[in-house]
Nanobody, 117 residues
Framework: QVQLVESGGGLVQFGGSLSLSCTASGFDFDLFDMGWYRQAPGKQREWVATVTVGGGTNYADSVTGRFSISRDNAKSTVYLQMNSLNSEDTAVYYC???????????WGQGTSVTVSS
């Protein structure tokens, strides 16, 4: 059974930091590109960052320089370190596992991040 379990969300002050984790099970983690998406209230889900099978990283312009994505294949876990948080970062953050060649796209249940001013 495929599972993606996010953790680490919560309430943080403007300018603060938060670290999210997503632990995967039920599939070969190291064969999947892993990503983070977010959905703010009243908005569509948007891509935040991706770490590829090879360890390459990509970021949305809105988080470049503030967020850092990483993975630990031994722990089947992907992380998102978020710094200099602002109100626009308030959202539910979702973990994503993707293997495009096989059209596989799995989602976690989400973890909520609220940035207070």
């Amino acid at each position: 059974q495929v599972q993606l379990v996010e953790s680490g969300g919560g309430l943080v002050q403007f300018g603060g930091s938060l670290s999210l984790s997503c632990t995967a099970s039920g599939f070969d983690f190291d064969l999947f590109d892993m990503g983070w998406y977010r959905q703010a209230p009243g908005k569509q889900r948007e891509w935040v960052a991706t770490v590829t099978v090879g360890g390459g990283t990509n970021y949305a312009d809105s988080v470049t320089g503030r967020f850092s994505i990483s993975r630990d294949n031994a722990k089947s876990t992907v992380y998102l370190q978020m710094n200099s948080l602002n109100s626009e970062d308030t959202a539910v953050y979702y973990c994503n596992a993707r293997r495009s060649l096989y059209m596989i796209n799995w989602w976690g249940q989400g973890t909520s991040v609220t940035v207070s001013s």
